[in-house]
C-alpha cells in the first residue's frame, strides 16, 4: 500500500472517528500529494519523494510552532504538535542519536573527512544515506560534533 492509498483510508477512518487532529494532517498530506502529481514536472511520487515532502511538512509546521511559542499562543502551538505527531507516523522510524553518529562517523571515515572544511560533504552524504530516518539539523549537529 502506497502512501496515498494509506492516507485515503487514514482519512475516512479520522473522519468516522471525528479525530479533528488527524483529519487536518492528513488533509494537509492528501493536498501536497496532489500538488506534487500535478505540478508539472512529470515525475512520478517515489518513496523518496514522499519522505522528502512529509519531511518538508513537518519542518513548516516545526517552524510556525517554534513562532508561536516565542510569541505566546500555546493555542496554535497545540495545533502544529498535534499535526508533526501525525505526520511523523507516516516516516520510516527515526534513528537514535548513538545510531545517527555511528552512522557519521561511518561516512567520516569513508569520506577521509577531518576538518570543518569537509561537513558539506559528509551531511550530504549523510542525508541521502538517512533520508527519512533523521531530520538534517540532527544530521548537521552530529557532523559538527565529531568533526570538531
Do not use: C, H, W
Amino acid at each position: 500500500m502506497n502512501l496515498e492509498e494509506k492516507i485515503n483510508n487514514d482519512l475516512k477512518t479520522a473522519m468516522k472517528a471525528q479525530d479533528k487532529g488527524t483529519l487536518r494532517a492528513v488533509r494537509a498530506i492528501k493536498s501536497a500529494i496532489l500538488l506534487a502529481k500535478t505540478d508539472g514536472s512529470g515525475d512520478e511520487l517515489t518513496p523518496d519523494r514522499e519522505i522528502q515532502m512529509l519531511q518538508k511538512l513537518i519542518k513548516t509546521r516545526t517552524d510556525s510552532l517554534e513562532i508561536y511559542r516565542q510569541q505566546g499562543r500555546a493555542d496554535l502551538a497545540f495545533v502544529e504538535e498535534e499535526e508533526i505527531e501525525v505526520i511523523r507516523k507516516y516516516l520510516p522510524a527515526q534513528l537514535d542519536d548513538a545510531a545517527l553518529e555511528e552512522v557519521v562517523m561511518g561516512i567520516i571515515a569513508e569520506t577521509g573527512a577531518s576538518s570543518m572544511k569537509d561537513m558539506g560533504k559528509v551531511v550530504g552524504l549523510a542525508n541521502q544515506r538517512l533520508a527519512g530516518q533523521a531530520e538534517g539539523a540532527r544530521i548537521a549537529a552530529a557532523t559538527k560534533r565529531l568533526l570538531a
